[in-house]
């Protein structure tokens, strides 16, 4: 578990939120995207700065609420009944947290909670999750509108990057043009054999099939028994057969995002 590079990362978050604040601005008077470029698996992923927010607003919020369900302080409360002896009936509840669901407040609460984080079981899951939404952040803010990855071309090999808004693509070396829509197919198709971490899948799909689709939102398919846990990466992450993945995520219906507020918890 990095623990220091998390800790690290989530101080960088205030300063992040004000720079992914600056390109939504730019993106919504330009009709822009950004943070495109090739995933580990070879897929193309170009997610918009306001996603990218709203995706890292998800995972803080997810894991402020697994620490504090897993190691908030917890009191006696009295039920108002009483046992067959006469005696009160009392009950163990867990305390409020009271925290304001802004990105800035929810970094800053989980640096101060790193045994917390070093404790928890699923700890290295956490480290990971949120390292690879601070990095999309980054990605997001740092480059520049860029062309949608589209595979290679069918011709003569080379890599093929086309506008978002375009249905072709020419090719620079051989000037055969494509349609865009067709050939991303073809990579979606040409991915499912391949074996993926949650975060990876969640950097290279979502744009492929027209949903959102979190590191959090696989690992929770795996634990519903909708996912086969693979051979894990050289890091110890397990991967997931792609195929399987999008065969889920196609299946499952999308919900609108409602983010909720971690002080509802009790």
């Known amino acids: 578990m990095c623990l220091g590079r998390l800790l690290g990362d989530l101080l960088a978050v205030a300063e992040l939120v004000?720079?992914?604040?600056?390109?939504?601005?730019?993106?919504?008077?330009?009709g822009q995207r950004v943070g495109s470029r090739s995933a580990e698996i070879g897929l193309p992923f170009n997610l918009g700065a306001a996603e990218v927010r709203d995706d890292l607003r998800n995972t803080l919020s997810t894991w402020v609420r697994e620490l504090w369900e897993t190691h908030g302080p917890r009191?006696?409360?009295?039920?108002?009944?009483?046992?067959?002896?006469?005696?009160?009936?009392?009950?163990?509840?867990l305390d409020a947290l009271y925290l304001d669901d802004t990105l800035h407040?929810?970094?800053?609460?989980?640096?101060?909670?790193?045994?917390?984080?070093?404790?928890?079981?699923?700890?290295?899951?956490?480290?990971?999750?949120?390292?690879?939404?601070?990095?999309?952040?980054?990605?997001?803010?740092?480059?520049?509108?860029?062309?949608?990855?589209?595979?290679?071309?069918?011709?003569?090999?080379?890599d093929l990057y086309a506008h978002p808004d375009r249905a072709t693509v020419g090719c620079r070396e051989c000037e055969s043009r494509h349609d865009v829509e067709a050939l991303r197919a073809a990579l979606l198709d040409a991915a499912r054999e391949h074996l993926a971490t949650a975060a990876e899948v969640s950097l290279a799909l979502p744009r492929l099939l027209g949903r959102t689709l979190s590191a959090n939102t696989v690992r929770t398919w795996a634990r519903a028994g909708k996912l086969t846990r693979r051979e894990p990466d050289a890091r110890g992450r397990p991967r997931f057969l792609v195929g399987e993945v999008i065969d889920v995520a196609l299946a499952t219906p999308t919900r609108q995002r409602v983010t909720r507020d971690v002080a509802e918890l009790a």
């Open 18 to 30: 004000d720079d992914l604040g600056a390109t939504i601005s730019r993106q919504t008077s330009t």
């Open 105 to 158: 407040e929810m970094a800053a609460w989980l640096r101060r909670h790193p045994t917390w984080i070093e404790y928890h079981p699923a700890g290295g899951e956490l480290v990971d999750e949120i390292t690879d939404a601070v990095e999309r952040a980054r990605q997001a803010v740092d480059l520049p509108p860029a062309l949608v990855f589209c595979g290679p071309c069918p011709d003569c090999g080379a």
């Open 75 to 93: 009191r006696e409360v009295t039920t108002g009944e009483t046992g067959p002896d006469g005696s009160p009936v009392v009950v163990v509840a």
